[in-house]
């Protein structure tokens, strides 16, 4: 976070976790830094600030490798810019967020950064990174990229696999692949296979199939594991780090399984929705569905005992959001009579770690240490996030106080969002975040913003990340 002056703080008597190790203790912060660990600090350092954090968790600031701030789509603009999306993420527990800086058709990598470069630096208030998206590669982009790795701090491409304005053809996907190897890079793959989706879609509209409860449809598992199952063996014969977006199911993990021999270096996302929502939301009553229109959809439940399987075993490494919200009204109603024109994405970056802590923790599908792995640790780890993502000396001071008892309920009316609906409404968790320091400061306090300017927060250049373990938690 950008400060005027530095201050210092203590954290007293919380129950803290490392990551790999947990005890009650204190934490003194200076120069936005966490300068020690240990038990009855006050005896030792003198803080402007002292924070009670007795009965409370003390858990690494949040990183979300997934979202999507002002994002352009079918004409219209993702509902929250990089101020109301990064005050939901420090409300939620995130202290940091790669999003993802569009290349346009036919223009260079670097003015698509620009572009986000505007749309962020006035208005962020946590910490930021980016992906660099490649929608149109050529031999000019290709030379570029290397700019994009060592100069602009940007070691991480995004690639897809479907939507025609958007998806790159073999050669090109292979071609990024190839110079992201030689840069010591990692290319991000949205795997959905694009020309099976478009085959279903001319069907459902030929057939006058047009309600959202068609998107699954078009939408299939195979058309998801088939593209996985390309990319990671194409990544093998590029030597390039591959991390596979989103992920909804079993299949894909099958393949990232039976491939790990052939290629270690591929790594895997899913996100909240994908664990705790099924399908049965597209036969909701009228125009409802569209509010679950995301891309790849919601699967059957059986698919959640696979992803909380592979996320306990690591398989699974992170946990982002793909946060990418649009109104009901006024956005997702432009497709009430096609459902092929509503915007795809919904809004979470606020819920994540209440939701895997309430779902994984409690429920006993993963252990806390591997919830901070899945939420700061691996994401900050496997993006080149060095400051971020674990509580140590000399890291970053990003710091969540964290209540493992109280008791809400998620909701539009109350969450902060730039959004007119919750795809969790009424869902009540066990979990809080309470309070949160970002970069040495208190920025949410008993849930309550402090002082939060806009633009307070930084854009972090990053260097190429480092591997994580597969271990269990």
């Not at 690494?60 to 993702?78: A, N, Q, R, W, Y």
């Amino acid at each position: 976070m950008k400060t005027t002056k530095s201050r210092s703080l203590l954290i007293r008597h919380g129950h803290i976790w490392t990551g790999n190790a947990d005890f009650i203790g204190d934490i003194y912060i200076e120069a936005g830094k966490i300068t020690a660990l240990g038990v009855d600090l006050a005896g030792i350092y003198r803080a402007d600030d002292v924070v009670d954090a007795d009965g409370l968790y003390v858990l690494p600031g949040g990183v979300d490798p997934h979202t999507h701030l002002e994002l352009p789509v079918m004409g219209t603009f993702s509902a929250d810019d990089f101020e109301t999306g990064t005050l939901a993420a420090l409300h939620g527990g995130t202290t940091c967020i790669i999003d993802l800086a569009m290349q346009s058709q036919g223009g260079t990598l670097s003015d698509g950064i620009s572009r986000w470069h505007e749309k962020a630096r006035h208005k962020a208030v946590c910490d930021y990174s980016f992906h660099c998206g490649i929608v149109d590669m050529n031999l000019a982009v290709c030379l570029e990229m290397a700019e994009v790795v060592y100069k602009q701090g940007i070691p991480s491409f995004k690639v897809f696999m479907a939507y025609d304005d958007l998806m790159l053809d073999e050669a090109s996907l292979s071609a990024v692949l190839n110079e992201s190897g030689k840069l010591g890079g990692m290319v991000c793959v949205h795997a959905e296979r694009g020309r099976m989706i478009n085959k279903l879609v001319q069907e459902c509209k030929q057939t006058g199939r047009l309600s959202p409860k068609y998107h699954p449809y078009v939408h299939p598992i195979k058309a998801e594991s088939d593209a996985a199952d390309f990319i990671i063996r194409r990544a093998a014969l590029s030597g390039a780090l591959l991390y596979i977006v989103h992920t909804t199911c079993g299949e894909v993990l099958d393949r990232v399984y039976d491939c790990l021999t052939l290629s270690p270096r591929v790594f895997v996302e899913t996100c909240p929705q994908y664990l705790l929502l099924d399908d049965r939301l597209y036969d909701l009553p009228g125009f409802e569905s569209a509010k679950y229109v995301m891309s790849p959809p919601l699967r059957p439940k059986k698919e959640q005992e696979a992803l909380w399987f592979g996320l306990n075993a690591g398989y699974i490494q992170t946990v982002g959001t793909d946060h990418c919200p649009f109104n009901f009204n006024g956005q997702k109603d432009k497709g009430k009579d096609d459902f092929t024109r509503i915007p795809n994405g919904a809004g979470g970056i606020q819920h994540r770690l209440e939701l895997l802590f309430s779902e994984g923790v409690l429920q006993n599908r993963i252990t806390m240490n591997r919830f901070i792995e899945v939420t700061a640790v691996n994401p900050a780890a496997i993006f080149g996030l060095t400051q971020k993502g674990s509580i140590a000396p000399g890291k970053d001071a990003d710091i969540v106080l964290f209540d493992p008892e109280e008791t809400h309920v998620i909701s539009a009316a109350t969450h902060h969002h730039n959004v007119d609906y919750s795809i969790y409404e009424g869902r009540q968790v066990t979990g809080r975040v309470k309070t949160v320091i970002a970069g040495g400061k208190v920025v949410i306090r008993d849930n309550r913003a402090e002082d939060l300017q806009p633009g307070a927060g930084r854009f972090l250049k990053r260097r190429a990340g480092t591997q994580c373990t597969r271990s269990t938690g």
